[in-house]
């Protein structure tokens, strides 16, 4: 499936050219272009989606055998000191932005972003860091704000003007 100038699969995984035909890098605004096109038209429930698929990939993707103990590349890429949880916090902000992108209020983005700036700094410490991405699962406090968020908008009476 096609989006924009980007090749989308099945999986919510997006390939993209990250260079311009000139052989320049695209820089920021490329990405920040490529997440845009990536996102629009996108309804809420399939935000929701998304959101809980990112979510678990990052959270909870592996177990530990014969334990209730879950942890995804969140905690993998958390080993490389800096770059790793650089990479994880980017890919976290996904989730607020599609937060935004449904109208959110600000204490909810607030609260996402809290999550996301803790799951970075104190992810950002040596082992103790890797324990708390295990632990603290950052982007499922921040799937689950979103889902109660579209929750209490979905509840609330729609407005008709001229009846």
């Not at 099945?10 to 990405?31: H, K, L």
């Not at 080993?79 to 790793?84: A, T, V």
Request: glycine letters at 10%; charged letters at 20%.
């Amino acid at each position: 499936m096609r989006c924009g100038r980007y090749e989308v699969d099945d999986t919510m995984s997006a390939r993209a050219e990250f260079f311009e035909p000139n052989g320049q890098g695209a820089g920021t605004a490329g990405a920040s272009e490529f997440i845009r096109e990536l996102t629009s038209g996108m309804s809420h429930e399939e935000r929701l989606a998304q959101v809980q698929w990112l979510a678990r990939m990052l959270d909870d993707r592996f177990a530990v055998p014969g334990t209730r103990i879950r942890f995804g590349w969140d905690a993998i890429l958390g080993l490389f000191p800096g770059l790793g949880d650089a990479l994880t916090s980017v890919l976290s902000l996904l989730i607020v932005h599609h937060a935004w992108q449904t109208g959110a209020s600000p204490l909810t983005l607030g609260r996402m972003l809290a999550n996301v700036a803790a799951d970075f700094l104190v992810g950002s410490i040596p082992f103790v860091g890797d324990l708390f991405d295990v632990a603290f699962k950052a982007n499922r406090r921040n799937a689950r704000l979103l889902e109660q968020h579209l929750n209490r908008q979905s509840k609330r009476p729609k407005h008709r003007f001229g009846n």
